[in-house]
């Protein structure tokens, strides 16, 4: 007897027994997967999709695994992740993808963030079946052989840990090389566990179990945390300076033109959002990246009551209640008026 499908909730799992075993099906009959980061990519997406290229190996030892960078960009902050040289970084070059027979897309609440991957083989990941395997408020209802979504976890990696032993049976050992993984995505994506699971036990007892699997915790907190480069500084000081309030709204840009002669480049960028929302007042934070044509927002808050998540998906994007980002088109006047009408909404969150 076929289980009721389960009806996503915000903070609750999608999936069932059923779901389970199609998955683990699947990937036992797949010949070919690929498995992409998202673009931007982050310690969570790069450990996850490792990790599931080790589950699919576990599931038919003899598949052929293509783990993508789907943008071609490796943070040098994330060169250390176990693994990580395995990669194809896809450039815009042709990939040997013809005989892909299963897409396993984590870290991502739609294929479509894939970017540059997704928009040249829009044909394979149409015909192909997808797992879904994500933390994010979704957008809309994407396609999928089967959906893994919980926005309750702090990282993707915290679900994939439990989808590991949900999968039953002993049918993926952790090895030490997993464990590692899995805690790359919990550290990197809980800001050193800044954010944590309900009261903290669930992290904490998940992190315990990993470490006495053989995680090396010391390697993560050391790579997360120690592996800022000179254009890390650049960037960051050259943002930190442009900083500016509206509101409650505490924002910064980042130009090509702040850029020149520091040797640092976008993604050197990242990570200064998350210090802007720790400052005292603010109610949520912006960096505004220059691109070709428009902007790229990350976007942060201070309280759920701020869901930047849903003011991300006025403009396309999407993320977490407090972690989101978006693009959009224009020029300053654009982005004044989108910085306008986020003071506007963070002031109504703060209000409630």
Not at 39 to 58: F, H, K, Q, W, Y
Not at 246 to 261: F, I, K, S
Not at 320 to 344: K, P
């Amino acid at each position: 007897m076929t289980a009721a499908p389960a009806v996503f909730t915000r903070s609750g799992p999608t999936w069932d027994e059923h779901g389970l075993e199609q998955a683990w099906a699947a990937m036992a009959a797949a010949r070919h997967v690929l498995i992409p980061t998202h673009i931007n990519t982050d310690g969570d997406s790069v450990s996850s999709v490792l990790t599931m290229a080790e589950i699919a190996r576990a599931a038919n030892p003899a598949v052929r695994v293509s783990c993508v960078i789907s943008d071609g960009n490796l943070p040098p902050t994330l060169d250390w992740v176990p693994g990580v040289e395995t990669m194809i970084r896809y450039t815009g070059g042709p990939l040997p993808l013809d005989d892909v027979d299963l897409i396993i897309a984590p870290d991502v609440p739609e294929v479509r963030r894939f970017g540059p991957l997704y928009e040249a083989y829009r044909d394979l990941f149409a015909r192909t079946p997808v797992l879904l395997v994500d933390h994010h408020v979704p957008r809309g209802d994407e396609p999928a052989l089967v959906r893994f979504t919980d926005t309750s976890v702090i990282a993707v990696q915290s679900l994939v840990h439990r989808l590991i032993g949900q999968f039953g049976r002993g049918r993926v050992a952790i090895t030490p090389h997993i464990a590692t993984l899995l805690l790359v995505g919990m550290v990197t994506d809980s800001g050193s566990f800044q954010r944590v699971e309900g009261n903290g036990a669930p992290t904490f007892r998940a992190v315990a179990d990993l470490c006495d699997a053989g995680g090396d915790l010391a390697l993560v907190m050391d790579g997360t945390n120690l592996r800022k480069t000179p254009g890390m500084v650049a960037a960051w000081g050259a943002m930190i300076n442009r900083a500016r309030w509206a509101g409650p709204v505490l924002w910064t840009e980042l130009t090509p033109a702040m850029l020149e002669g520091t040797g640092a480049n976008e993604t050197d960028g990242e990570g200064v959002i998350n210090w802007l929302v720790g400052t005292r007042g603010v109610g949520a934070s912006a960096i505004f990246y220059r691109q070709e044509g428009g902007w790229r927002a990350g976007l942060r808050s201070t309280t759920p009551a701020v869901d930047v998540s849903a003011f991300a998906r006025r403009y396309g994007g999407g993320g977490h209640v407090q972690a989101s980002g978006c693009t959009f088109a224009g020029g300053e006047a654009e982005r004044d008026a989108f910085l306008q009408s986020l003071v506007e909404y963070t002031e109504a969150g703060l209000r409630r």
